[in-house]
């Protein structure tokens, strides 16, 4: 197993601030999202998606409209020759008190329990926000920052309590600093 966590909006399909992807006809993917995803494919990594997507909670649209959203993606990506892993949502708003709503830690221990351990210190979590990187953190990986959705410049981090290894402009970027860090070549070069 050689996981890598990505987040979805922001990273992979557009951010739409204020708003959610609601539907298949809303949902684009971001400039640099399916060449990373290849490189990572090729790279033999094992993709796995983990989203907040609390629309579905606050009856924007239904789970059902969410896995038609994800169904579709995959067979776009399957078209590329992308295989994405499996695919994790949390669909609750923070009133629900759940425990998987990032930046708790629910998602990555379902993994666990579906996958068994991996090497957190050599795995990587790739998000557009500060929740993402506060669960990578917390979880013991490597986090990358995409500069492509919600945060737009690496000085927004300097607040963060939980600041990311790598900051980079896109999905592309960060599978490049993933698959040079697999092979060795960029240990030691974290913020
Ligand atoms: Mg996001
Ligand atoms: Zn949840």
């Known amino acids: 197993m050689k996981p890598v966590f990505l987040d979805r909006d922001g990273v992979i399909s557009i951010f739409t601030p204020n708003d959610y992807l609601k539907k298949w006809d809303e949902f ?3 400039p640099g999202a399916i060449t990373g995803l290849q490189k990572l494919t090729n790279a033999g990594f094992d993709i796995v998606i983990v989203s907040n997507q609390a629309g579905v909670s606050k009856g924007l649209f239904s789970e059902q409209d ?3 959203i994800t169904e579709k993606m995959l067979a776009e990506l399957k078209k590329h020759a992308i295989n994405i892993h499996r695919v994790y949502y949390c669909i609750h708003t923070s009133e629900d008190n759940c425990n998987c709503r990032k930046p708790k830690t629910g998602m990555i ?3 666990i329990s579906e996958h068994g351990a991996f090497e957190r210190d050599k ?8 929740i993402d990187i506060e669960l990578g953190a917390k979880t013991g990986m490597k986090t990358i920052l995409v500069l492509s959705g919600k945060t ?3 000085e ?3 607040s963060w309590n939980y600041r990311p290894d790598f900051v980079v402009k896109n999905l592309k970027e960060a599978a490049d600093v993933i698959v040079s860090y697999s092979k060795g070549e960029n240990r030691g070069k974290e913020n």
Do not use: W, Y
Request: no cysteine.
């Open 152 to 154: 737009k410049s690496a």
């Open 66 to 68: 969410l896995n038609d």
């Open 123 to 130: 795995t990587f979590f790739v998000g557009d926000s500060d």
């Open 28 to 30: 684009q993917f971001l």
């Open 156 to 158: 927004e981090t300097e």
């Open 109 to 111: 221990e379902q993994f």
